[in-house]
């Protein structure tokens, strides 16, 4: 039963990052934030309200908080996904310094999604680190996102660290 509620989690999870990746290809932002801010609501459990002014550490407790290993990954995953996207309508418009904060965010939940769960048959929308951090180039990366990016470098979580920050 928790493979189906996994499998039909994915599932739901790439329905709806393509209806966001259709909108924005559409020239249709507003739209695409909004299919965003639903799938945050619907399939991750979280709203605008929890959002706001919360570090990625709070986000990731109440994203992560009570699942199994493979879900919070996948909701880890997703919510990168999603940033990624979010990073791609604002470069769109033009706001480069918003676009990297969602880069930047995605960039943080997909090393967290690698390095902290299992890694067998991530999901399909799983953000790719080296085009994640190109699109961060001259944006100087906090040092717990430049840890992260070690370790991933490394090959694994350092076996001290929580590979949180």
């Given at each position: 039963?928790?493979?189906?509620?996994?499998?039909?989690?994915?599932?739901?999870?790439?329905?709806?990052?393509?209806?966001?990746?259709?909108?924005?290809?559409?020239?249709?932002?507003?739209?695409?934030?909004?299919?965003?801010?639903?799938?945050?609501?619907?399939?991750?459990?979280?709203?605008?309200?929890?959002?706001?002014?919360?570090?990625?550490?709070?986000?990731?407790?109440?994203?992560?908080?009570?699942?199994?290993?493979?879900?919070?990954?996948?909701?880890?995953?997703?919510?990168?996904?999603?940033?990624?996207?979010?990073?791609?309508?604002?470069?769109?418009?033009?706001?480069?310094?918003?676009?990297?904060?969602?880069?930047?965010?995605?960039?943080?939940?997909?090393?967290?999604?690698?390095l902290e769960y299992p890694a067998e048959s991530r999901p399909p929308f799983t953000p790719e680190v080296s085009e994640l951090v190109g699109r961060l180039q001259g944006y100087d990366l906090?040092?717990?996102?430049?840890?992260?990016?070690?370790?991933?470098?490394?090959?694994?979580?350092?076996?001290?660290?929580?590979?949180?920050?």
């Amino acid at each position: 039963m928790r493979q189906d509620y996994v499998l039909r989690l994915i599932e739901q999870l790439i329905h709806a990052i393509a209806q966001v990746v259709l909108r924005r290809e559409m020239g249709k932002p507003e739209e695409a934030l909004h299919q965003v801010l639903l799938t945050l609501h619907h399939q991750l459990g979280l709203d605008i309200a929890q959002l706001t002014g919360l570090g990625p550490e709070e986000l990731h407790e109440r994203l992560t908080r009570g699942e199994p290993l493979l879900v919070a990954r996948d909701k880890c995953l997703a919510f990168a996904a999603l940033n990624r996207q979010v990073g791609l309508i604002y470069l769109d418009q033009g706001a480069v310094d918003t676009a990297r904060t969602a880069f930047h965010l995605g960039l943080v939940f997909t090393l967290r999604g690698r390095l902290e769960y299992p890694a067998e048959s991530r999901p399909p929308f799983t953000p790719e680190v080296s085009e994640l951090v190109g699109r961060l180039q001259g944006y100087d990366l906090p040092p717990s996102t430049q840890r992260l990016l070690e370790m991933h470098d490394g090959g694994g979580v350092d076996p001290g660290s929580t590979g949180q920050g």
